[in-house]
């Protein structure tokens, strides 16, 4: 089994809104019992609590239902359980890096190095924005993950192939 963290700040807006998106790209392709997913935050500010409402709307616009998922906080234990934890930019990069144990280093990247052609580095923030930045981070994202499922594909075949 293949394990992915996507992580932002406080796991209620980006990195909720990719595990949700990569889930139902995994359902869409049959793979979702081959491959783990998850999200959480680098900071505790909303543990426990579900997506943001606005994230939450722009996803089901897209058949994609964040609802069930809760935020949590990233622990350095998931650098030994996840083989992938993504970070939405750079500075939770930065965060990231600061709890990743010895050896671990390169499990974490930023997202959307799985889209290079989109020319951006980061998932940008939605929060304290419009309905509108909740929609420009679930087309990045869409991108991202349609990246990062080619990747595991490879990974998978790998695996089994061994």
């Known amino acids: 089994m293949v394990k992915v963290l996507f992580c932002c700040m406080g796991n209620i807006c980006r990195s909720p809104t990719a595990h949700g998106v990569f889930r139902k790209l995994l359902q869409d392709e049959g793979l979702i019992d081959l491959v783990q997913v998850d999200s959480a935050g680098t900071h505790a500010y909303h543990v426990g609590n579900p997506p943001d409402g606005r994230a939450i709307s722009a996803a089901l616009k897209r058949g994609i239902d964040l609802r069930p998922l809760r935020a949590r906080v990233v622990l350095p234990a998931d650098f030994e359980h996840f083989d992938y934890v993504l970070a939405m930019d750079r500075q939770n990069y930065r ?29 940008p923030d939605p929060y304290y924005g419009g309905e509108s930045g909740f929609e420009r981070v679930l087309d990045l994202v869409e991108e991202a993950a349609l990246g990062l499922m080619t990747e595991i594909r490879e990974l998978l075949r790998t695996r089994t192939s061994v």
Request: proline residues 7%; hydrophobic residues 40%.
């Open 95 to 123: 965060h990231l890096r600061t709890i990743c144990p010895a050896g671990k280093e390169h499990k974490l990247k930023l997202f959307l190095e799985f889209a290079p052609h989109l020319g951006e580095t980061e998932v």
